[in-house]
């Protein structure tokens, strides 16, 4: 698999997910403690630009806004995400996004591909969150899947250190990929 369509095929089951989300859902509790979907769709859309600015290389830092104060009842807010994952792809699919390094949000620089690697994860395991929280299923790829595994595997740690992820859930090692992920993020995927 190119690597160059990697988040493109992240983001197109997340994509036909959100444009099945109610108006009503937007308050259902996800398995982020801290989002419901309302504050989890706020979360895509508040960081879209700086993941789209580090594909293009560019240092984009978050709206002055906080999360809690983007508005989704301004507007269409599920054409704003279809947007927002057209961006992301489009950016990503350039190979040069994935040279180098580049910035995410702040002034530290960090691998391109450990970035759009990132980028793969945030879109799969909260496109999981979602499907949790509106009681359905969304799939990737095991290609994908495994690709993202070894991404997360390899950062985990790191990602708890940072308070990005929470203690590991344990998994067995034969179950299916999308699960081991989850567990590595904090996500028991039961």
Do not use: N
Not at 67 to 85: I, K
Not at 183 to 190: A, F, H, S
């Amino acid at each position: 698999m190119s690597e160059t369509e990697r988040v493109a095929r992240a983001a197109a089951p997340l994509a036909q997910l959100i444009r099945t989300i109610d108006p009503e859902q937007l308050s259902a509790p996800t398995p982020c403690a801290e989002f419901d979907v309302a504050a989890l769709l706020e979360h895509l859309l508040f960081w879209g630009p700086s993941l789209v600015g580090a594909a293009r290389k560019e240092a984009v830092a978050p709206p002055a806004a906080t999360e809690s104060e983007v508005d989704l009842t301004a507007g269409d807010w599920a054409a704003a995400l279809d947007a927002h994952l057209d961006a992301l792809s489009t950016a990503w699919r350039d190979p040069a996004a994935w040279q180098g390094t580049t910035h995410m949000g702040g002034p530290m620089e960090l691998p391109a591909s450990l970035v759009g690697g990132m980028v793969v994860g945030e879109l799969i395991v909260h496109g999981w969150d979602l499907a949790h929280a509106l009681g359905t299923t969304v799939h990737w790829d095991d290609d994908l899947l495994r690709q993202t595994y070894d991404d997360t595997a390899a950062t985990a740690e790191q990602g708890r250190a940072m308070g990005i992820y929470g203690p590991e859930v344990p998994v067995p090692t034969t179950a299916p990929l999308l699960d081991r992920i989850l567990g590595l993020t904090g996500r028991d995927p039961v």
